[in-house]
């Protein structure tokens, strides 16, 4: 189960390893795309599904860590209503500004944006999303003001960021990319703690605001009752369809680190990030439509 719509950046990652498990348990493995709610449709099924290990869901930070902290009434419980299977990967949103304005790092723009609180208009895929919670960290801990515009997704916000309408966005590589490689867009850095290969950019951490790390996470969990035994043995098989080849290149187009973490990684993940992202969502007094 993917709690997205078909075409997502989720079903990237989810069909290639869904082929690649079918072939090694000689067993059709199903995508089903049921989006809406910010994912809150797709994960209230999965957790009121049979814990017989059949049904699975791939969800990102925004269902498991977000949510939670975004909705007074949540049709699920992240850690209640699911066992964990793996925590897949992780990968960064790209810190990225119009050429119109006047910074090439990040200090510049920290300086700019202290220098013209609420001026900075930056765009995300609407309330609540990853992007938009990545930038409020930002404004946290930079110590900045910069005025939020919501779209209707990601791809909207960048059309308009590449058209100069707003000065500044947190995307994804996969998305990005054509628009950077045309010279539409400037990035200034990855948001995840580390360097990733393949992205010659520095960290928003190392740039000047230690410990910034908003990475977007990819995670697999089953309903809860699941027996533990059945979520190790699958842990093990995507860790298997991981090694392929074909699974490598699908996680390097898509600038995600691979991280086939097991069920108590993600377990012990969870509970840090759940933490986080309620201060995160507090401070800068999120709300959803």
Do not use: C
Not at 75 to 91: A, I, N, Q, S
Not at 160 to 173: E, K, P, R, S, V
Not at 257 to 282: C, H, I, T, Y
Request: proline residues 9%; without cysteine; hydrophobic residues 45%.
């Amino acid at each position: 189960m993917l709690p997205y719509p078909p075409g997502g950046g989720t079903d990237i990652i989810a069909r290639p390893l869904a082929q690649r498990l079918s072939e090694q348990w000689k067993q059709q493995v199903v995508v089903d795309n049921r989006g809406g709610a910010n994912g809150n449709i797709g994960m209230e099924l999965v957790a009121k599904s049979p814990p017989d290990g059949h049904t699975l869901v791939l969800a990102l930070t925004a269902q498991l860590a977000v949510n939670p902290a975004l909705y007074e009434r949540l049709p699920y419980d992240p850690v209640r209503d699911f066992e964990p299977v793996t925590l897949l990967g992780t990968g960064p949103y790209v810190l990225l500004v119009h050429p119109s304005l006047p910074v090439k790092t990040v200090k510049e723009l920290v300086a700019l944006a202290r220098a013209r609180p609420g001026q900075i208009a930056y765009g995300s895929a609407g309330n609540g999303s990853g992007a938009h919670l990545a930038a409020e960290l930002f404004n946290g801990t930079a110590g900045v003001k910069m005025t939020h515009v919501p779209y209707k997704g990601g791809g909207p916000g960048l059309v308009d960021l590449a058209a100069g309408n707003i000065q500044l966005m947190f995307a994804t590589w996969l998305s990005s990319k054509p628009l950077v490689d045309g010279g539409r867009l400037r990035p200034l850095a990855v948001s995840t703690a580390r360097r990733l290969a393949g992205l010659p950019l520095p960290t928003v951490a190392e740039s000047g605001l230690p410990g910034f790390d908003a990475g977007v996470w990819y995670a697999v969990l089953a309903p809860a009752g699941t027996p533990r035994e059945l979520t190790q043995r699958i842990h093990g098989e995507i860790v298997r369809a991981n090694q392929h080849e074909e699974m490598k290149a699908v996680y390097a187009r898509a600038a995600i680190e691979p991280l086939n973490g097991g069920p108590e990684d993600l377990a012990k993940f969870l509970k840090e990030e759940l933490a986080k992202w309620a201060r995160v969502v507090k401070a800068a007094k999120v709300q959803v439509d």
